[in-house]
């Protein structure tokens, strides 16, 4: 199982939002690369990029730190925020992005979503983000209609071989992620699910690692490793193992 180490980006700086939400943000670093660098010598194999600004505003608002980032990480990085269009999927892929993840476009862009998954396949994820079982959109800040389930499966008939979801009552939280919908979804999706929200502990990657014959393929980790709660290292050691430790 892969754990990603999250970088989110909000006025060029590392920061986390706590729930998403824009007041209660913490700053980790002045430097996102700096912070890159660090998950990567502890030996992460992929990262977890995030626009917050253009999640936010509905274009990309940090490019140039993205960029720097996957000039300098040398692993493979995931990026989204305030993706809309082909042309910043394109430049994003051209930058050195190993993929490209779409939030609110999935949703409310279900044709481009689909010309997309035509044009660059593996390299497209989907973001389901949820509250409470609906979606939410425009950085977490618009709830839809639509339950996480109906989400899973309209982005995968679209043609996404990948879904990132994140139980966003949880994200930032420290508070483990939430299994029981979370094996609903991965039994609806069919497709590999990267997780996010609460995973803080090796604990918990251990219990994510059980999902992993339905289709977990990751967990994505953000306050827990900058505030020092859990060291990166042991958690790559619980995700190389198997569920019971061997």
């Known amino acids: 199982m892969l754990v990603l180490p999250a970088v989110d980006i909000r006025g060029g700086r590392a920061v986390r939002l706590i729930q ?38 509905g274009r990309p608002g940090n490019s140039d730190a993205v960029g720097r980032i996957l000039a300098a990480a040398g692993v493979p990085v995931q990026v989204g925020g305030g993706v809309r269009d082909l042309e910043t999927i394109e ?98 999706a069919g497709v590999p699910v990267i997780v996010a929200g609460g995973v803080s502990s090796a604990d918990d990657v251990r219990r994510l690692r059980r999902l992993e014959p339905a289709g977990l393929e990751g967990a994505i980790v953000g306050r827990a490793l900058y505030e020092g709660g859990v060291r990166l290292e042991d958690l790559l050691a619980a995700a190389a193992v198997g569920p019971e430790g061997t």
Not at 30 to 56: K, M
Request: proline letters at 3%; charged letters at 25%.
């Open 91 to 188: 430049r994003l892929l051209d930058a050195g992005a190993a993929r490209v993840i779409l939030g609110t476009a999935a949703v409310s862009a279900p044709d481009l979503l689909r010309a997309a998954c035509a044009r660059f396949g593996e390299r497209i994820a989907a973001a389901v983000d949820a509250r409470d079982g609906r979606v939410v959109t425009e950085g977490w800040t618009a709830e839809t209609a639509l339950t996480a389930l109906e989400a899973a499966v309209r982005v995968v008939e679209a043609g996404v071989r990948r879904i990132v979801y994140t139980d966003t009552r949880r994200d930032g939280m420290l508070g483990g992620p939430d299994l029981a919908p979370l094996g609903d979804l991965l039994a609806a």
């Open 20 to 57: 998403g939400e824009r007041h209660r943000e913490r700053v980790y670093d002045d430097d996102p690369v700096a912070a890159a660098r660090r998950w990567t010598a502890a030996g992460a194999t992929w990262l977890h990029v995030v626009d917050l600004d253009g999640a936010f505003g």
